[in-house]
């Protein structure tokens, strides 16, 4: 605590410049930011503040990566951005940010420059518990997770200011924990699993020295609380890169301590990834429920397959499998997410009837918001594969083809009722 307070004692003495790159050096150009953000940055800056673009984004554009969103570091207070913005609201307990709607559904989020929180902002374990002490631009690099994600860009002066060496850091294609490593992981575990992510996303190595902590700090990720949990456990579901770093929640054993059905993931869970990771690099949307669901298939489906070769129907098969696991056992999942689950599971219970049933029946499954989700998940496995071709296939006949696909689904079933593989089985 006293080496704490020391060491930034001895920082305010020499309270130091930024190191400035022009444009010519860094590449970026005002029109790589997005107008909202930039017209944000101007307004505050025609009212007399300082306010730059921060982050994330910063980082991204640097590494020739689109940013995902716009953040905001200015020297305003929550209070006084408020009153300059009418699009705007307080979000956050930890930290109080403000969120600037836009059309679109964009939101870009302005925080005040914040300084180091105080020792009465602390657990015994270090843990931050507040930190809303405002700052300046240097506290604010400072108090950031990675060097990477603390530089600012003026979109005024065309520069960016690094502080604590984050350019130099991104030309060795590195991520590394501002400060002492160790100290910063207490303060906030889930530094550990941004690490992971985005080094993932932007192929930058985790400084060898941080990562080597991550094993043995892992368990302090028990006391983080579920929400925030499941904030990057969707984020990493929509990545684009989920396959790599839930395997590297294994290797650092993260996952061992808040995930352990991915200790290490399943050979279906990688394909599931995988697919998830296809659909995000096309740009498609990816449903959190459908890694989650991917994440207990092994079980869900060894059960299932039991309970059906004792005689139960599909469904109840289902029912009985799903009763004798739970899944909220589990730090990271929503009630929310654990519902979608078990909706998927049960849609591929139902589409397993056969035969398949009345149109009706069949409309209906074809008809339901989770059924190409459904497909996507039966692909991916060889028991499951001809169900997904029969139900693709049933779903892309023209209208007047349906009928006769199921009555004969009907008769072929009646005529051998064991075995038929290529459309829904028993
Ligand atoms: P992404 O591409 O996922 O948006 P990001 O780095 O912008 O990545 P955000 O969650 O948007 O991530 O956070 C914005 C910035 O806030 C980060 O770049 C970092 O400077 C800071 N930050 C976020 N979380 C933490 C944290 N746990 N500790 C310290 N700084 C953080
Ligand atoms: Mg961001």
Redesign the pocket.
């Known amino acids: 605590m006293i080496l704490r307070a020391a060491r930034k004692w001895l920082r305010r003495r020499k309270a130091k410049e930024p190191r400035r790159l022009p444009a010519k050096e860094h590449g970026i150009r005002p029109e790589d930011i997005g107008k909202n953000a930039l017209t944000a940055v101007q307004k505050l800056a025609r009212h007399g503040y300082t306010a730059y673009i921060?982050?994330?984004?910063v980082?991204?554009l640097l590494l020739g990566i689109a940013p995902?969103?716009f953040?905001l570091a200015t020297d305003a207070t929550p209070a006084q951005v408020r009153r300059l913005f009418r699009n705007s609201r307080t979000i956050g307990r930890r930290f109080r940010l403000i969120h600037l709607y836009f059309g679109g559904g964009q939101i870009i989020?302005v925080a005040t420059f914040r300084d180091e929180a105080d020792e009465s902002a602390r657990e015994e374990s270090g843990r931050i518990l507040r930190d809303n002490r405002f700052g300046d631009a240097e506290a604010d690099a400072r108090?950031?997770?990675f060097t990477a994600?603390?530089l600012f860009y003026d979109p005024d002066s065309g520069e960016v200011l690094d502080y604590i060496g984050g350019v130099e850091d991104i030309r060795r294609r590195r991520l590394r924990i501002i400060g002492d490593g160790e100290e910063r992981i207490r303060e906030?575990p889930?530094?550990m699993l941004?690490a992971l992510r985005?080094a993932a996303?932007t192929r930058l190595a985790i400084a060898p020295a941080d990562a080597r902590l991550f094993a043995a700090r892992a368990e302090l990720l028990a006391d983080i609380s579920p929400a925030r949990l499941l904030d990057e456990f969707i984020?990493i579901a929509r990545s684009g890169c989920c396959a790599v770093i839930l395997r590297n929640w294994h290797k650092h054993r993260i996952a061992e301590c808040i995930f352990p059905q991915i200790a290490p993931p399943s050979a279906f869970c990688e394909r599931a990834c995988a697919e998830a990771d296809k659909r995000a690099g096309r740009g498609k949307a990816v449903s959190v429920s459908f890694v989650a669901a991917a994440i207990y298939w092994d079980d869900i489906g060894e059960k299932w397959r039991d309970e059906m070769e004792k005689g139960a129907r599909p469904v109840r098969a289902m029912e009985n499998a799903l009763g004798k696991l739970d899944f909220l056992n589990n730090r990271v999942l929503s009630r929310r997410v654990a519902a979608r689950m078990t909706d998927l599971y049960f849609l591929l219970a139902r589409m397993k009837i056969s035969p398949p049933g009345g149109r009706a029946r069949c409309e209906r499954i074809s008809g339901n918001s989770l059924f190409s989700r459904a497909l996507a998940f039966a692909e991916l496995e060889d028991d499951l594969r001809p169900l997904a071709e029969w139900w693709q296939a049933y779903a892309e006949k023209p209208e007047r083809e349906k009928t006769q696909t199921l009555s004969a689904a009907g008769r072929k079933r009646r005529r051998r009722p064991a075995k038929t593989t290529g459309e829904p089985r028993q």
Not at 54 to 57: F, P, Q, S
């Open positions: 921060v982050g994330g984004a980082r991204d995902k969103d953040d989020e108090r950031r997770d994600n603390a906030d889930v530094r941004r985005l996303k984020k």
